[in-house]
């Protein structure tokens, strides 16, 4: 588990005394990880930049609102990551009752220049594959082992973040994990 106290006192202390400088510290800190886990959920680079964008808008707007107190016990990792878990959950939700129309039927995907066509060929299949595959676990399967492995959450964050007792944190990873396994070897059930 991460010594959050003592790594997030310098970015609360600017939150609190100037919220604009504070947020710019708070974006800078977690945007790969709020980026990497919404790519991770989403499987969509487009997505995954548009829940950042949201995630950290958000937080922005609730910041405004937060006093010197209330921000002062912020847990800003999980709070942000919470602020997109919900955000995602919500896009999912809507995304199933209204289906869109992807017009141009492929991703734009960012380009590295200094990436070899070689590595980006195989980044890119790599990365494919892994999202087809979190694809087609359980939402709340997909969310706890997208934190837990791609994030770095402890079991006890993700359950601070997800809402969910620790034990069916631990449940949805292993059954997660077990079911990528399986599509891993070919053997999808």
Same mark, same amino acid.
């Given at each position: 588990?991460?010594?959050?106290?003592?790594?997030?006192?310098?970015?609360?202390?600017?939150?609190?005394?100037?919220?604009?400088?504070?947020? #710019?510290?708070?974006?800078?800190?977690?945007?790969?990880?709020?980026?990497?886990?919404? $790519?991770?959920?989403?499987?969509?680079?487009?997505?995954?930049?548009?829940?950042?964008?949201? /995630?950290?808008?958000?937080?922005?707007?609730? $910041?405004s609102?937060?006093?010197?107190?209330?921000?002062?016990?912020?847990?800003?990792?999980?709070w942000?990551?919470?602020?997109?878990?919900?955000?995602?959950?919500?896009?999912?939700?809507?995304?199933?009752?209204?289906?869109?129309?992807?017009?141009?039927?492929?991703?734009?995907?960012?380009?590295?220049?200094?990436?070899? #066509?070689?590595? +980006?060929?195989?980044?890119?299949?790599?990365?494919?594959?892994?999202? +087809?595959?979190?694809?087609?676990?359980?939402d709340?399967?997909?969310?706890?082992?997208? $934190?837990?492995?791609?994030?770095?959450?402890?079991?006890?964050?993700? /359950?601070?973040?997800?809402?969910?007792?620790?034990?069916? #944190?631990?449940?949805?990873?292993?059954?997660?994990?077990?079911?990528?396994? /399986?599509?891993?070897?070919?053997?999808?059930?």
């Open positions: 588990m991460r010594d959050t106290d003592e790594q997030d006192a310098p970015l609360l202390k600017a939150l609190r005394e100037d919220l604009d400088q504070g947020f #710019v510290m708070l974006f800078e800190a977690y945007r790969g990880l709020v980026f990497s886990t919404a $790519l991770r959920l989403s499987g969509r680079w487009a997505d995954a930049e548009d829940l950042t964008a949201e /995630a950290f808008l958000r937080a922005f707007r609730a $910041l609102g937060y006093d010197a107190d209330r921000i002062g016990s912020l847990r800003p990792r999980a942000v990551m919470t602020i997109l878990m919900n955000l995602w959950r919500n896009q999912h939700r809507d995304g199933q009752r209204r289906p869109l129309l992807d017009l141009t039927g492929e991703d734009v995907e960012e380009v590295d220049p200094g990436e070899s #066509v070689e590595a +980006a060929a195989e980044r890119r299949e790599t990365g494919d594959e892994l999202a +087809a595959m979190l694809r087609r676990l359980p709340d399967q997909r969310a706890c082992v997208v $934190l837990r492995h791609v994030s770095g959450f402890a079991v006890s964050e993700i /359950a601070d973040v997800l809402g969910l007792p620790q034990g069916t #944190v631990k449940s949805h990873v292993s059954r997660g994990l077990k079911r990528l396994r /399986a599509l891993t070897e070919g053997g999808a059930r």
